[in-house]
C-alpha cells in the first residue's frame, strides 16, 4: 500500500512545494498569533479575564408580548 502511493507521490510534478508551502502557513500564522499575543496590553487581557463575573452584562431584557 505505501508503495502504491510513494510511487503516484513521485510522479506527480512540483509535489515538494505542498510540504514548503505548508510548514510556511503554519510557521507565519503561529509567529503573527505570538506577535499580537506579546503586544496585547495587560489591562485588555485584564478586562477580558473579568467578562465572564460581571454580573451587570447578564442580564437578558423582557420579552414583549404581542
Same mark, same amino acid.
Given at each position: 500500500?505505501?508503495? @502504491?502511493?510513494?510511487?503516484?507521490? &513521485? !510522479? *506527480? *510534478?512540483?509535489? $515538494?512545494?505542498? +510540504? *514548503?508551502?505548508?510548514?510556511?502557513?503554519?510557521?507565519?500564522? @503561529?509567529?503573527?498569533?505570538?506577535?499580537?499575543?506579546?503586544? !496585547?496590553?495587560? $489591562?485588555? *487581557? !485584564? $478586562?477580558?479575564s473579568?467578562?465572564p463575573?460581571? &454580573? &451587570? $452584562?447578564? !442580564?437578558? +431584557?423582557? #420579552? #414583549?408580548?404581542?
Amino acid at each position: 500500500m505505501l508503495k @502504491f502511493i510513494k510511487h503516484h507521490m &513521485e !510522479t *506527480i *510534478i512540483g509535489i $515538494e512545494l505542498y +510540504p *514548503i508551502i505548508s510548514l510556511l502557513i503554519f510557521f507565519i500564522f @503561529f509567529t503573527l498569533l505570538l506577535i499580537v499575543v506579546v503586544k !496585547t496590553k495587560k $489591562e485588555h *487581557i !485584564t $478586562e477580558l479575564s473579568a467578562m465572564p463575573l460581571d &454580573e &451587570e $452584562e447578564l !442580564t437578558i +431584557p423582557a #420579552q #414583549q408580548k404581542s
